[in-house]
């Protein structure tokens, strides 16, 4: 803010100062995308949500939400109202892609990206092992010991 009247700089550094703290104050309070991201699909009964943190590993993305849907319908329908509401917050319009299949559907929201799946598709695909590395060192000894309690 600077003062038209010919005040001092100083009282001018002052309002701004005084501004900017109160838009750090306020936006402390505002949730969070990710925050927001987990929230509608726990509201729309979403199973088995993963947050995966990207931040240094990848250009694309700062995280990775992973949640399941239990019918290609109810995949669908988390998607759609992810996106509505990323729309009604203000963050613009999400990318869909996959949603007429309802399988795998991906929601490009820019720092975040979901994927929502069918429980067999996310099994099949297995992005928690591709992207975690000791979810993947988890798996290996699960699978390791099944095999030796079958030999």
Same mark, same amino acid.
């Given at each position: 803010?600077?003062? +038209?009247?010919?005040?001092s700089?100083?009282? +001018?550094?002052?309002?701004?100062?005084t501004?900017?703290?109160? %838009?750090?104050?306020?936006?402390?309070?505002?949730?969070? @995308?990710?925050?927001?991201?987990?929230? !509608?699909?726990?509201? &729309?009964?979403? =199973? *088995?949500?993963? #947050?995966?943190?990207?931040?240094?590993?990848?250009?694309l #993305? *700062?995280?990775?939400?992973?949640?399941?849907?239990?019918?290609?319908?109810?995949?669908?329908?988390?998607?759609?109202?992810?996106?509505?509401?990323?729309? *009604?917050?203000?963050?613009?319009?999400?990318?869909?892609?996959?949603?007429?299949?309802? &399988?795998?559907?991906? %929601?490009?929201?820019? *720092?975040? %990206?979901v994927?929502?799946?069918?429980?067999?598709?996310r !099994?099949?695909? &297995?992005? =928690?092992?591709?992207? +975690?590395?000791?979810?993947?060192?988890?798996?290996?000894?699960?699978? !390791? #010991?099944? %095999? +030796? @309690?079958?030999?």
């Amino acid at each position: 803010m600077r003062d +038209s009247g010919g005040g001092s700089s100083e009282r +001018s550094l002052t309002l701004t100062a005084t501004t900017a703290a109160a %838009v750090a104050d306020i936006t402390q309070f505002e949730p969070s @995308l990710l925050t927001r991201i987990r929230s !509608s699909l726990e509201d &729309d009964k979403a =199973e *088995d949500l993963v #947050t995966i943190d990207l931040t240094g590993r990848s250009a694309l #993305t *700062d995280a990775l939400v992973l949640a399941t849907g239990r019918s290609a319908r109810h995949v669908a329908s988390l998607a759609e109202n992810l996106a509505r509401r990323l729309k *009604d917050w203000g963050y613009g319009k999400a990318r869909l892609e996959g949603l007429s299949q309802g &399988d795998w559907v991906l %929601v490009d929201a820019g *720092d975040v %990206v979901v994927h929502v799946f069918r429980a067999e598709v996310r !099994s099949y695909y &297995d992005l =928690e092992g591709m992207w +975690s590395v000791d979810e993947t060192a988890q798996r290996r000894n699960q699978i !390791s #010991t099944r %095999v +030796s @309690l079958h030999a």
